[in-house]
């Protein structure tokens, strides 16, 4: 078809220019030639021409980026010789004064003169570019969000759950399906401590963001370590519409900062170990070795000789004792096991140990319980009461009161053993089971006692633990289980 041989487009014919003005599109008006004939001041802005600058120039020429340039003129020409149909929406993108692109959503017909024919087309289009990259940017987001190895959620105001992402179903063993639309299980489980809750909806309520971490469950009922962040979401008037929660499973990393405490507290225990030994050994070394360079001297008398002979024979013993001590905290396992009752034991031993309470004027109050016999290295738990109740009559310079009280508690047989003393300071209860931590004069103990007395009890499977209150004296609790498991 031949078009515009019976009409040349004139914009005053048309009489538009000053209605598409006030338009908050762009319209465009292309003749036959195609050539701009027509531009409202919207098209202007967008393309950063100004009127006498585009007016009469090929559109496709100045307009189009060049990649698309021959398939869009391909496209004007066929709707033009009425080969297609006006599509009600098409995009594509246009070429600026200054080299930039911009998206541009247009709506296109045909101009006809009185006789029907074709001599241009008239466009208006909308700039979506801000809108293509926002929704660009979204999908961006969107997949950050569905693809993050970290768990998301978001509830509404009220903690009701809208979306959860894979991560969440991965690591908690819920499904999306099982906790939209209610309250999360695992932001407010049973699980979370009551203090926590208040301080989570406390932050959240003010418009703050929380972060801490506590133990969780999941949906198996497997416990985990969360590392949490709650933020609010909010709306365009600045109120908070919803909550963006961020959870991390972190249990690798407390078990990795747990072993580094031990570790740090092991640590610790050697540095007094290893101080305590030197201690402990160098005073009878430094008396032996004094009395050794007194016998190689010329000229000692036999009185002096056994004299010195005898102090070297007691600092070796004392070493060889220490030397023991260390042994038996080193152990690592009790001989065999027999049944025997621990009131037995204990009676046992009460006689061996009379002259020192009455010494210090403290009286030995015994309470057996009806507790059963269980399998125990006799001579090992021996060790732990006697260690026990010396300790207890050496708190009590000053006279008191010695309880020892047997009982049945559950499946334990639990045994109690009370002083009066002045009781144990706060400053030193954390370490009171240290190897070489003592509270004792020098001379009066090793601090390998208590140790030594944890270990033997934990070897059978039991558990020592103390209660004091300065000023009230000290309870000793053992528990050993009736049966070993």
């Known amino acids: 078809m031949n078009i515009g041989t019976t009409r040349k487009i004139q914009p005053d014919d048309i009489k538009l220019q000053a209605a598409i003005d006030v338009a908050g599109v762009m319209f465009v008006v292309i003749g036959a030639d195609q050539n701009v004939a027509l531009i409202n001041k919207r098209g202007c802005e967008i393309l950063g021409y100004k009127k ?3 007016l009469g120039r090929n559109w496709f020429d100045i307009c ?7 398939g869009m003129r391909a496209i004007w020409e066929m709707l033009t010789a009425q080969e297609i149909e006006p599509l009600e929406y ?13 998206i541009i959503l247009w709506r296109n017909a045909v101009l006809r003169d009185d006789n029907g024919s074709i001599f241009g087309t008239l466009s208006s289009g909308e700039d979506i570019t801000d809108q293509k990259n926002l929704d660009y940017q979204m999908r961006k987001l969107s997949m950050a969000v569905e693809q993050s190895p970290t768990a998301i959620l978001v509830t509404d105001n009220s903690g009701v759950v809208e979306y959860v992402n894979p991560s969440f179903t991965h690591l908690t063993g819920y499904e999306a399906e099982e906790v939209t639309g209610g309250e999360c299980p695992i932001l407010f489980s049973k699980e979370m401590p009551d203090d926590i809750c208040r301080d989570i909806w406390k932050n959240i309520t003010n418009g703050d963001t929380w972060r801490g971490e506590f133990l969780n469950r999941k949906k198996s009922g497997e416990s985990f370590w969360a590392g949490i962040s709650i933020a609010p979401i909010k709306g365009y008037d600045g109120r908070i519409t919803h909550h963006v929660t961020f959870m991390r499973d972190i249990t690798d990393l407390k078990l990795l900062e747990e072993e580094r405490h031990r570790q740090t507290e092991k640590m610790a225990v050697v540095g007094r170990l290893a101080a305590g ?55 690592t ?9 621990p009131n037995k034991i204990i009676d046992h031993l009460l006689p ?13 109050s015994k309470k057996s319980g009806n507790v059963p016999e269980i399998p125990v290295d006799e001579n090992k738990l021996g060790q732990v009461f006697v260690n026990l109740i010396l300790n207890a009559i050496q708190a009590m310079p000053g006279g008191g009161t010695l309880t020892i009280e047997t009982a049945l508690e559950q499946d334990f047989c639990v045994i109690y053993i009370k002083d009066t003393g002045a009781g144990i300071p706060e400053s030193v209860m954390p370490y009171i089971f240290d190897p070489f931590f003592t509270t004792k004069e020098v001379g009066e103990g090793t601090g ?5 007395s944890k270990s033997i009890i934990e070897q059978h499977g039991g558990a020592i633990a103390v209660e ?11 528990k050993l289980p009736i049966i070993v498991g």
């Open 64 to 70: 189009i980026p060049d990649r698309i340039r021959d």
């Open 277 to 331: 030994v030197a201690h402990e050994i160098n005073n009878p070394l430094s008396g032996i070795i004094l009395c050794l360079n007194k016998l190689t001297k010329p000229n000692v008398d036999d009185s002096t000789k056994e004299s010195l002979t005898h102090a070297v024979d007691g600092g070796l013993r004392k070493i060889k004792k220490i030397v023991e001590q260390l042994l038996d905290f080193s152990r």
């Open 448 to 452: 390998l006692g208590l140790s030594i």
């Open 52 to 54: 006498e600058e585009i």
């Open 468 to 478: 004091s209150i300065e000023g009230a004296g000290a309870t000793f609790k053992i």
């Open 352 to 364: 061996l140990l009379d002259y020192q309470a009455s010494k210090n004027n403290i009286t030995i």
């Open 333 to 341: 396992t009790v001989t065999e096991r027999t049944p025997k009752n």
């Open 90 to 102: 098409f995009e594509n993108p246009i070429l600026t004064k200054d080299g930039s692109e911009r």
